[in-house]
């Protein structure tokens, strides 16, 4: 499959997926998933203004949202595909025969790298253990930022021509999504060969996506020490992924107090306003607020405030879990049921956050342990238009 062709697949792979979704799944899946696609394909400070034309970020959504659901659960296919093209067979320019033999033989490789190429997802370890902030891993492709397809390219807006992007085996960085922003760090050669070198070969992760073309693959966008560095990472190296570690803290405190603020205006208020309902949601720092279906008036503002200090003081242990379907029913939780067509191949199980005593959300970010750590968290502003409230808040700069 050439680039073109993949992304139009992917396309319509979209388009098909967005019809058949009910309304009810689109309103619960939209909520991070709807931000996270306006941020990687939009300008942030934009969007906190007026929100970005939705129109022509339908498949892009819609990609998002199953990858957000997609990575939510570990199977993960241990390919050890390197990337480069398949060998070349030598060609017999005298043969017929043996020329169009080669053609098969190639279009077989061809086929057979689509296969293993779309099949190879990334193994998420952030959402087994946030804590976790090295991993050790093995390069699974290098590539120049030009050589990406154009739909991975338009997920990186900040991409220069001398950035290259790396996929691993797993990674720790949590890709862009969900409403949390993408997790910044290195990753470092181990055991390469370092005669004469000072160092160890190193690749700065500005940013990761989740691939737009590829399912459940991380893209990490980055550039090399040096020339040199980029030149001694290659496919089947193992490498030390570090997360910058002040960051992911900041970014995991947002999140969980995201979902501690949506738990306080659903105790409050889902029964005090008609067809409430939470939707989607943003823990980026400059502009983090969670949106609410129905009007909240500006007078429940202190209210929401007490519920949010009393649900952080308590230090109420947040868990993460994998629930299939019939969970979600055991819990009298069917309305938060993602639909299936998320997950990935085979696989029945959805990541959940359980804040314990408050609520439960499907949810693929990165977190702290107990709400105590989200440290003061602050409702900043309530808007409102359109039948939707939008509830901003931040945290304070020390837990
Ligand atoms: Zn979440």
């Not at 073109?4 to 909520?31: C, E, N, W, Y």
């Not at 199953?66 to 070349?88: E, F, I, K, S, Y």
């Not at 490789?109 to 190879?120: C, E, G, S, V, Y």
């Not at 005593?357 to 342990?369: I, L, N």
């Amino acid at each position: 499959m050439n680039q073109q062709s993949g992304a139009r697949a992917g396309q319509i792979q979209a388009k098909t997926f967005m019809q058949g979704l009910s309304k009810r799944v689109l309103d619960h899946q939209r909520p991070e998933s709807t931000i996270r696609a306006k941020v990687g394909v939009g300008n942030r400070s934009t969007w906190k203004r007026s929100p970005p034309k939705e129109r022509n970020l339908t498949t892009i959504r819609v990609k998002d949202e199953q990858r957000l659901h997609n990575g939510a659960v570990a199977p993960h296919h241990a390919l050890t595909w390197t990337d480069g093209p398949p060998p070349r067979t030598s060609e017999n320019q005298n043969s017929l025969n043996s020329a169009a033999a080669d053609i098969t033989r190639k279009k077989q490789q061809a086929i057979a790298q689509d296969a293993m190429t779309a099949a190879t997802r990334t193994h998420l370890a952030f959402q087994y253990d946030a804590k976790s902030l090295s991993l050790q891993t093995t390069i699974q492709s290098v590539r120049p930022f030009a050589a990406l397809e154009e739909a991975n390219q338009c997920l990186f807006k900040q991409a220069t021509q001398d950035d290259h992007v790396v996929v691993t085996k797993e990674t720790i960085f949590h890709p862009q999504g969900g409403g949390q922003p993408s997790d910044e760090g290195t990753m470092t050669a181990v055991g390469a060969d370092a005669s004469g070198a000072e160092r160890a070969p190193v690749f700065q992760v500005k940013a990761a996506r989740m691939d737009a073309v590829h399912d459940g693959q991380v893209l990490h966008l980055g550039r090399f020490a040096s020339p040199a560095d980029g030149a001694a990472i290659r496919p089947g190296d193992a490498v030390e992924q570090a997360v910058d570690a002040e960051k992911r803290l900041l970014y995991s405190r947002l999140h969980t107090a995201g979902h501690v603020l949506g738990s306080a205006v659903r105790s409050l208020l889902e029964d005090q306003i008609p067809g409430f309902d939470e939707l989607k949601a943003s823990h980026f720092p400059d502009s983090a607020a969670c949106e609410f279906r129905g009007s909240i008036e500006g007078r429940w503002k202190e209210p929401i405030q007490t519920r949010v200090d009393e649900y952080v003081s308590r230090a109420m242990p947040v868990d993460i879990d994998f629930w299939t379907e019939d969970d979600f029913r055991r819990e009298g939780l069917e309305r938060l049921i993602p639909d299936r067509r998320l997950l990935p191949p085979g696989e029945d199980r959805f990541r959940v956050v359980r804040i314990v005593g408050a609520e439960v959300y499907p949810c693929g970010g990165t977190h702290v342990d107990t709400t105590d750590l989200c440290g003061s968290t602050v409702v900043k502003k309530i808007s409102r238009g359109k039948g939707i409230s939008r509830v901003s808040y931040t945290v304070s700069d020390r837990v």
